[in-house]
């Protein structure tokens, strides 16, 4: 359409046709008392025409946007773009479209994303929180107006708000537990804000197995950063001028864990005979990097499709979220080279 051209309407449309207005609506819509010839009619004039379908006074009209909203903390991951993958299957098969924003990790951003959410008449929502979110007030708007949101991976304990997760705790101990049977006794843990529950949960698992084998759990022995690329080699940086070097690391992703081991091998480290590694989330780069990376794998993508199907069940058919507060997803250990010690000795 030309600059300045004036938008086509269901009018136009009509008077081309010599319908009325209604039936364009109805045939626009598929609706069943138009006929099939006269909707296929309709919708070749409107093609023509150049129609576009305002779909904010529809959504006005009906209180519906059929549009879900995505705030993750950011798209560059390998997990986040596997979660939007499944929450996006379920959600096109179901007639709905997704508005995605990324909160760069920030509470700040997440505040303005949600507003956003709000003002575009989203149906429902899907939330993975910030490092640095403290709470979760921004959301409250939402389910004052009966909007639903449910928190996936990164969670928030709230009584209206259905969580979806894996039990972070019981993986980081059976990773721990691994490197210790390897015979490591200095662990390393390299991890991110302890506001969110991942983070706090794998740091939980660390040291229960730590204090179940008798090992001492040491503060000094926990880096926390932001698991970027950068903060494994400034984790590498800090690890080379520790007194006494440790006998392995365990990272709370795998990013950080793979930069962390390269930086090290550059010094000289050997992989895992000086220093045994384990990751988490099984990110393509685990199996890239040599030694093959040790890591926990948990499927962004089943996570992504369990959150939209519950949400979508909740939006078509009326299920009640507060009979699922929180569902817990299967997680399992991967062993590979960076962690065999006892192999290599």
């Known amino acids: 359409m030309d600059k ?30 138009v006929s099939k010839s006269t909707r296929k009619s309709i919708l070749k004039a409107a093609e023509e025409m150049g129609y576009r379908s305002n779909s904010i006074a529809s959504n006005l009209r009906s209180k519906k946007s059929n549009v879900i909203g995505v705030i993750v903390p950011r798209l560059n991951s390998s997990f986040m773009s596997d979660l939007i993958a499944g929450v996006e299957k379920v959600v096109n098969n179901n007639n709905y479209s997704l508005f995605i924003s990324q909160s760069l990790e920030t509470m700040q951003k997440e505040v303005t994303n949600a507003r956003a959410m709000l003002n575009n008449r989203v149906d429902g ?5 910030a490092y640095d979110t403290t709470n979760i007030e921004h ?30 705790t019981k993986a980081a101990y059976e990773i721990t537990n691994h490197l210790i049977a390897e015979g490591c006794k200095n662990i390393i843990h390299l991890t991110a804000s302890l506001l969110r529950n991942v983070y706090a949960d794998r740091l939980s698992g660390y040291k229960k197995a730590l204090e179940e084998s008798g090992l001492q759990f040491r503060e000094s022995n926990v880096i926390i950063g932001d698991l970027s690329s950068q903060a494994g080699i400034d984790a590498a940086a800090q690890i080379l001028k ?8 365990f990272a709370a992703n795998d990013i ?10 550059k010094h000289g480290i050997r992989i895992p005979e000086d220093i045994a590694f384990a990751g988490f989330n099984n990110d393509p780069t685990a199996c890239v990097v040599q030694p093959n990376l040790t890591t926990v794998n948990y499927k962004g993508y089943e996570m992504g499709e369990v959150a939209a199907q519950l949400l979508i069940n909740h939006l078509i058919d009326k299920s009640d979220l507060q009979q699922t507060h929180s569902l817990i997803l299967r997680s399992e250990l991967i062993i590979r080279e960076s962690s065999l010690r006892s192999k290599k000795s």
Do not use: W
């Open 4 to 33: 300045g051209q004036k938008e086509v309407t269901i009018y136009d449309i009509a008077e081309k046709l010599h319908i009325s207005a209604a039936t364009v609506s109805r045939g626009l819509t598929n609706h069943p008392r």
């Open 125 to 129: 929502l899907l939330v993975s929180l």
């Open 139 to 168: 959301f409250e708007p939402f389910l004052k107006r009966n909007i639903p949101v449910i928190f996936v991976d990164r969670v928030f304990e709230h009584a209206s708000c259905p969580q979806i997760f894996i039990d972070n």
């Open 242 to 249: 520790m007194e006494k070097l440790p006998d392995a690391v």
């Open 256 to 265: 950080c864990a793979v930069s962390c081991m390269i930086e090290l091998q």
